[in-house]
């Protein structure tokens, strides 16, 4: 299993305000980077499975949810959370 519980509380802990704060914006954004990144390099060696094709399209409108939101909400963290994780604006 690539997401163990280890590995999300350490996301959490990073990019949250702990590794309880599941709510915040901040720790699913990354969670959902995360989880992109991983679909994403299965999707280079299936290319034809499009049952994931389209749970990735899906993160990724989640994600850009997210950050349509924390623009919003609080630009400062909006930019501080697209430098950390490297997004594209």
Do not use: C, P, W
Request: proline content about 0%; overall charge positive; cysteine-free.
């Amino acid at each position: 299993m690539y997401l163990t519980q280890e590995k999300k509380d350490e996301i959490f802990s990073k990019y949250g305000k702990g590794k309880n704060d599941t709510g915040s914006a901040e720790g699913q954004i990354a969670l959902f980077t995360y989880r992109i990144s991983h679909l994403t390099e299965h999707l280079k060696t299936n290319r034809k499975d499009f049952n994931t094709e389209r749970s990735l399209v899906m993160l990724v409108g989640k994600r850009r949810s997210l950050l349509d939101y924390l623009i919003k909400k609080d630009i400062t963290r909006y930019r501080a959370i697209v430098k950390e994780l490297g997004l594209r604006k």
